[in-house]
């Protein structure tokens, strides 16, 4: 009697098997250049130049800096060769002396300075740009996700990403199943319209809600410089 059960039992497993299999959906293949679909977000591309102009600012006040140690350095050499002046009584030496020790310490509080604003810049420049990146990236990925789900998609490949040998993950796709250009298309619909250089009058009328621009990156100590031509 088992001999004749066995068989049955072992059929109903491969129809069950063979259910499950036909109860999976089909696997649909998208790829993304997320890279490029980044550089071509207009939020990216108005972080990067407020990026661009805060780096300017920190070096612009860096050299300053700069400048005013090496001036201290000047005076303290000054000072360190009135010091051993032997036209000098001993009271005046004394006070050359004095104000050399001053003038040393100055100069080393404003290497201090120099160095501390440079590594707290950096650090600070850094962190707001990838926090910046995280939630623009984030931005772009929920629409990567609308689209794969329009198209039926069940994967989606990211082309940008390279291995050390400078391959990517998917090391063949067809170009009909990238979306990459759909996807810089997307997050570019509600693009602020620059405009006109000499504008007209025209009737008051509610403007359209747009996407606030990214706001600009801070370097410490250092505001926007009033400058139309570079934006704050």
């Known amino acids: 009697m088992n001999k004749l059960i066995r068989p049955f039992l072992l059929l109903a497993a491969l129809a069950t098997g063979s259910t499950a299999l036909l109860a999976q959906p089909a696997i649909k293949l998208v790829t993304v250049d ?37 001036t201290l350095d000047e005076e303290l050499k000054g000072l360190v060769e009135q010091a051993r002046s032997t036209l000098l009584n001993a009271e005046a030496k004394a006070k050359a002396e004095q104000a050399a020790m001053n003038k ?27 926090t910046r990146n995280e939630i623009l990236s984030g931005e772009i ?3 990567v996700k609308d689209l794969a789900l329009k198209q039926g998609a069940t994967l989606v490949f990211d082309t940008s990403g390279r291995s050390d040998i400078g391959l990517t993950p998917l090391l063949y796709a067809d170009k009909g ?16 319209v620059a405009p006109p250089a000499a504008p007209t009058p025209a009737p008051a009328k509610p403007a359209a809600a747009t996407p606030a621009p990214a706001p600009g990156f801070t370097v410490p100590n250092v505001g926007p410089k009033p400058d139309p031509a570079k934006k704050p």
Do not use: W
Not at 177 to 192: G, L, M, Q, Y
């Open 34 to 70: 997320f890279r490029k679909a980044f550089d071509k977000y207009y939020k990216a591309e108005d972080a990067n130049e407020k990026f661009n102009y805060a780096l300017q600012l920190a070096k612009e006040r860096a050299q300053e800096m700069e400048k005013q140690a090496r």
């Open 104 to 130: 040393q310490e100055d100069r080393q509080r404003k290497l201090a300075e120099l160095q501390d604003f440079v590594q707290k810049t950096q650090q600070q420049l850094n962190a707001q740009r990838q």
């Open 141 to 143: 990925l929920g629409v």
């Open 177 to 192: 199943f990238d979306i990459t250009d759909a996807v810089i298309t997307e997050v570019n619909k509600d693009r602020p």
